[in-house]
């Protein structure tokens, strides 16, 4: 028992607990025990039970595009999976082990018995659950982006469509970009800077980077040889003139998603040496989001087909990608895609069996 109670005296929600109402829980309770990767729970799988971390890290994911995306981490001390003892409602996340995990297990039984018993832990967990009611805003919050997910992602497809070659590029774009901002986050250079809210945002976003050319003239935008000079020069004010959009919605809304898009819109034709458009910055002082976005749009062009080119193999794309190093992409950037290129090519190949509805 002696672990049982250290493992409660760390916790927020149980540290109060003591004498005989502390002995009777702990007989209720167990010690279980998890290797990294081992999946706890799933989202959607009926809950009987809650988890109190006594050693190791659990990481929280929802379901969302391409896989899963992670929207918290919790370590010792921290509870998980309460609300499947307070209502019937299915797993709304899963939990993983991150490392090796040591957690107490608390069913139905015991928590139940241990509600009617103390009613320092009833008013404790009555704060707790007010505390969640407080915030339900942010649920209402979700609904509200699954919304102007509808709303971005139609407006992009108002752009995409007038070039029926890209096919299901939008769709492709916004999972490279999360898929390598997941893995940038990992790095100790962009650990501090990309969270779950970055690749929550990147990902809605992203699909609007190329809105600007709903004010590319046809005869520039679908123009099946080299553009001429001025062609050019037209063609890369879609930069300047979708930001420029995104500036009157933020006049009304400025959300920080919002700020991210317009930046990915202005700056994802830069180039790490400074050699893109349209401001010609480098290295730095391109947007971290802008960078991610160049690569994602580049990598997706280069294993596409087109009426003027054909689709480049995996491997000369993975080499190509990898000689832009220092001058097209941030070298870190570049390095963590080419060591893991096998995510981006399971994306291409799951957009090639068809485009799904969004």
């Known amino acids: 028992m002696d672990d049982m109670t250290e493992i409660l005296a760390r916790s927020a929600l149980f540290s109060d607990l003591s004498g005989e109402p502390l002995e009777r829980f702990c007989q209720c309770l167990d010690i279980v025990r998890f290797a990294p990767g081992d999946v706890i729970f799933r989202e959607g799988d009926p809950g009987d039970t809650m988890f109190v971390i006594g050693e190791g890290t659990v990481a929280l994911s929802k379901r969302m595009g391409h896989g899963a995306r992670e929207i918290a981490r919790l370590g010792p001390g921290m509870h998980f999976g309460d609300m499947a003892l307070i209502s019937d409602d299915p797993r709304s996340a899963q939990a993983t082990a991150s490392t090796e995990v040591a957690a107490i297990q608390v069913g139905h039984a015991g928590f139940e018995a241990l509600m009617a018993e103390d009613p320092g832990f009833a008013r404790k967990l009555l704060r707790e659950l007010t505390r969640r009611l407080s915030g339900i805003n942010e649920s209402t919050t979700r609904d509200v982006l699954r919304a102007h997910e509808a709303l971005i992602f139609s407006l992009a497809k108002l752009a995409d469509s007038r070039d029926p070659e890209t096919g299901a590029h939008l769709y492709r774009v916004r999972d490279y970009c999360s898929v390598l901002a997941e893995l940038l986050r990992e790095h100790p250079k962009y650990s501090g800077v990309i969270n779950g809210a970055f690749i929550e945002a990147i990902y809605l976003v992203s699909p ?151």
Not at 266 to 275: A, I
Not at 306 to 327: F, T
Request: overall charge negative; charged content about 25%; some cysteine.
């Open 208 to 358: 609007l980077h190329d809105i600007g050319k709903v004010a590319i003239p046809d005869g520039i935008l679908l123009k099946n040889g080299k553009l001429t000079a001025a062609e050019y020069q037209i063609m890369c004010t879609h930069t300047t003139i979708g930001a420029e959009a995104i500036d009157r919605v933020l006049e009304y809304c400025d959300f920080a998603s919002f700020q991210l898009a317009k930046r990915i819109i202005l700056s994802h034709h830069e180039r790490y040496d400074g050699k893109g458009y349209p401001q010609g910055i480098a290295g730095e002082a391109i947007p971290v989001e802008a960078r991610i976005m160049a690569m994602a749009d580049i990598y997706d062009a280069l294993v596409s087909a087109r009426v003027y080119k054909a689709a480049m193999s995996y491997d000369d794309v993975r080499n190509a990608i990898a000689a832009e190093s220092g001058l097209h992409f941030d070298p870190v950037m570049t390095g963590v895609m080419v060591a893991n290129i096998g995510r981006f090519e399971e994306v291409h190949k799951k957009y090639e069996l068809g485009t799904p509805g969004w």
